[in-house]
């Protein structure tokens, strides 16, 4: 099923900002994954102990279906966070194909564009800066074949 979400960028302090979140709002987390608990990729160094336990994933079901997500950047890798990469637009169309589409159009004039490509979780991510400066994020399972 599509839906849409936001998603949210900190620097270590992701868990602090969700179990605030979740006092206002209620509910439970969903899709908790701590840094450590993703593979590394080839040729990257294994993160700092500290980093470990960082979250890479959360999701907190809010308001109506709305769904907060988030993430903590890691200095380790360089990442930086400031105004403007802190929170994206988050898309999870139904099919691979209306993805691509609404990406391919969505993207025109684009700027720090990460293409659609299968990720290690199992869908096709990509990421954007629109001609207007909003960062969008995409996410598609993998489609059976």
């Not at 900002?17 to 840094?35: D, H, K, N, P, W």
């Not at 990729?41 to 336990?53: K, S």
């Not at 903590?72 to 994206?88: A, K, T, V």
Request: include cysteine; aromatic fraction near 12%.
């Amino acid at each position: 099923m599509s839906r849409i979400s936001i998603y949210l960028n900190f620097m270590g302090k992701t868990e602090e900002a969700f179990t605030f979140y979740r006092s206002v709002f209620g509910g439970e987390f969903i899709g908790l994954q701590r840094m450590g608990e993703v593979p590394t990729a080839p040729g990257q160094p294994e993160l700092p102990e500290h980093e470990r336990q960082l979250l890479m994933h959360i999701e907190l079901p809010i308001l109506d279906g709305t769904i907060l997500m988030g993430t903590d950047m890691l200095e380790s890798m360089g990442h930086q966070l400031q105004p403007g990469n802190n929170i994206s637009i988050n898309i999870e169309p139904d099919t691979l194909a209306e993805t691509q589409r609404i990406f391919d159009a969505l993207s025109e004039g684009a700027t720090d564009v990460v293409p659609l490509n299968l990720m290690f979780w199992g869908a096709y991510w990509g990421t954007f800066v629109d001609r207007y400066s909003i960062r969008w994020m995409f996410n598609c399972p993998e489609q059976p074949a």
